[in-house]
Nanobody, 115 residues
């Protein structure tokens, strides 16, 4: 089993920054992809960014240039640095770890951006 603990959400004004963290514990096998998803009210959960163990990152167009994903393999932790936040970034953000065909989720952390 894999456990994910997220932190760093909150309320911020438009243009501000937040940094999300997600620490993974349990049976973390070497080859995995860590990522962040978000779900706004009334919308489907969507991928925001992902990063392989080797550091190859993928960021969706809507946040490109504003959000940066990074990971620390020694701590099994993934981060999401969010800058220039917009009201449309308001959502619950979920950490995800994919190991082979298995996918694990964090409990979610609320990010609210006021205009």
């Amino acid at each position: 089993q894999v456990q994910l603990v997220e932190s760093g959400g909150g309320l911020v004004q438009a243009g501000g920054s937040l940094r999300l963290s997600c620490a993974a514990s349990g049976r973390i096998f070497p080859f995995n992809v860590m990522g962040w998803y978000r779900q706004a009210p009334g919308k489907q959960r969507e991928l925001v960014a992902s990063i392989s163990r080797g550091g190859r990152a993928n960021t969706v167009d809507s946040v490109k240039g504003r959000f940066t994903i990074a990971r620390d393999n020694t701590q099994n932790t993934v981060y999401l640095q969010m800058d220039s936040l917009k009201p449309e970034d308001t959502a619950v953000y979920y950490c995800n770890v994919a190991i082979g065909s298995f996918s694990y989720w964090g409990q979610g952390t609320q990010v609210t951006v006021s205009s």
